[in-house]
Structures are given as C-alpha cells and as structure tokens.
C-alpha cells in the first residue's frame, strides 16, 4: 500500500517490492511494503521464518542476491532514496551513515586475524582516522559494549558466542551511524547471553539516541527493546503500531497467534498454542489474505479480497477483514480448540 509521504523520516520504506527470479517464477518476498523510522526511536521487525524480513534488510541497504530485484516502491534513508543510488554512494553510506549488525554476526569476524584488525579496517578506510586514533577508538568501542578492551587482540575463536555478538555490536557503532540494523541479533544465543546482549542494546538505544531497526522471529526481544513492532506475514505487514499497544491489544488474527506462542513469565497457568500450517508459496500467493489458509477466522472475504492497512489507533495500523469484531476474535484467540480448527 503506497503512502503519501508529508515529512520523511530518517527511514522511509514506501511500497517496497523486492521479487527473486526463480525456476519456478517470481517469487514476491517483499510485496508492497510501507514503514517509517523516526531518529532515536526503535522498530521491531518480527514474524517467523520465510515472512521476508532478511529480504527486507538486504533490499534497504542493497546487498540483494544476484536473482533479486527491487521491483517497486522506495527507501528514503536520511532524505535520499537508496533505490536510485549508485553502487559507489552506497559504498560511502554503508557504516558510516548506516549499519548492519548481521544474523551470522558470531561468523563475521576474519577467523585468521585479531578482532582488532576488523575495527582498525573500518574506522582507517572508512573513518579516514590515524592507525592511533583508531586504535583508541576500538578501545572506547569494546568499553562501551561491555568488553575488556584488552580482548582486542585475541582471535574470534577465543571469544564466547555473547562476546563476539557484542563484538559486532561494537563495530557497527564504529562510525557513530544513524542508524543500525540489527538482523535476528540474539538467535543463535542461550537466553542468559541473550539478556545479556539486548541490555546492551538498550543501554546504548538510551545513552546515544540510537536508531535501531530490529528483525527477529521472536516477540519477546521487540518487547524487551523496541519502541514499535511491525509484524510481517508472506511479504507484507499485517499490522503496525507502538509495541505495548500492538502486544496488548493485537488486531490481526496473526498476531494473535504470536502472543500466544510467547510464554508470560508472570502468568503460571496457560498454554502455548502453536499456528498449524505454513506460510503461502510466493510464487503462487493466494488472492486474497495471505493468511487466510492459517486463519479460524476466516470468511468468504479473505479468500477473494486482499485487506489493506488500516487505522485501528492512535498509530496503529491493521490488515483483516474483521477488524469489527476483534473484541470477540481476542478472547477466541486465547482458547486451544480456536487454533485446531483451521480451514481446510
């Protein structure tokens, strides 16, 4: 759904299409989406594997694979839209003005060289700083994310998972961005370490007025550390808005789902209801709601008829044919038996 944009935000992502050629045929990862990233403020964006949330990421900073293509829409990322920008000034946006702290970030540093010589590379080539002052840099960069400075000079494999995902925390903030992509940042991580790891990403989000677009399968990390949550289903977002409103108060019948497959540690009785199925082939999506196959709330509607994204609150935006009755659809969402009759 194309937006009219009045003021852009230091991220605006607006209609974005991002299609991968395949044997098959084209299969739509990205299909119309539309986002903004205001300075200082975070954004989680969550739902399960294969939704194209990685697609996403590649397609805003340009590291698409060679069989993808942006096929439409626009990314306004600090007043200029990075769709339309040459290889050359996307080189010169990359870690200076933008960063990723990437989903394999625990197999991103060169196993064969000290960690240092991976910060000492970015911030004199692209810092343009003295081998000194880059030097003392790396030094406030691993002080600021917990680390011992003196571990610069030790090689990855004598850093634990948690210690080398701050690691490349530290790096991406080398070159103070304004904004850091953080793609699924704690996965591969016990949950101790992954405690661990988001308090660092808060802290800094509240000490630097960090920009911070978060993409994670997991609930429970958007609402430990960002401010609103956009839950994206077969390449489009089904609904959008602040987290607390969004995680309290969910409008789509996917995010519905979500909430009850993350465990509330304050509620001891309870059960975690799973989503039976999966997503859609994008090659060949369905018609109407994406969703529609997974959903026990559907009616003839989903099935002929795609619902756009409409206001449901104050910033809160939601795709369902039955945005009307959510109040009933909320306390039939919470019961086991809702979930197993699925339509066939």
Request: with cysteine.
């Amino acid at each position: 759904m194309t937006r009219e944009v009045k003021e852009l935000s230091l991220l605006d992502v607006n209609d974005l299409k991002i299609y991968y050629k395949t044997p098959r045929g084209i299969s739509r990862a990205v299909d119309g989406v539309s986002f903004s990233l205001d300075q200082g403020r975070s954004l989680g964006l969550v739902g399960e594997s294969g939704c194209g949330k990685s697609t996403l990421v590649k397609g805003i900073i340009r590291v698409l694979a060679g069989n993808a293509v942006i096929a439409g829409g626009s990314v306004h990322f600090d007043g200029n839209d990075m769709t339309k920008m040459s290889e050359s000034r996307i080189r010169q946006v990359r870690w200076k003005d933008l960063s990723l702290v990437p989903q394999a970030a625990m197999d991103s540093l060169n196993p064969v060289y000290p960690v240092i010589d991976s910060f000492l590379e970015i911030l004199m080539l692209k810092g343009k700083l003295s081998r000194r002052e880059a030097t003392q840099r790396a030094h406030e960069l691993f002080a600021m994310v917990g680390l011992d400075p003196k571990r610069l000079r030790y090689y990855p494999h004598e850093f634990s998972g948690g210690m080398k995902q701050r690691a490349m925390i530290a790096l991406a903030l080398a070159l103070n961005p304004k904004l850091v992509i953080a793609d699924e940042p704690v996965t591969a991580l016990d949950v101790i370490v992954q405690n661990q790891v988001l308090r660092v990403l808060k802290n800094l989000k509240k000490k630097l007025g960090l920009t911070l677009l978060m993409i994670t399968h997991d609930i429970a990390v958007v609402a430990e550390t960002c401010d609103e949550v956009a839950v994206m289903y077969a390449g489009k977002i089904v609904e959008i808005g602040p987290v607390s409103r969004v995680l309290k108060h969910a409008m789509h019948p996917y995010t519905m789902g979500l909430a009850n497959a993350f465990p509330n540690l304050k509620k001891t009785e309870g059960t975690l209801i799973s989503i039976e199925g999966s997503p859609p082939d994008l090659v060949d999506p369905p018609k109407g709601c994406r969703f529609a196959a997974r959903c026990p709330f559907q009616i003839e509607a989903c099935l002929r008829e795609e619902p756009s994204l409409v206001s449901v609150g104050d910033r809160h935006q939601a795709a369902c044919h039955r945005l009307d009755e959510t109040a009933i659809l909320q306390k039939m969402a919470k019961e086991v038996d809702t979930w197993r009759k699925i339509p066939s």
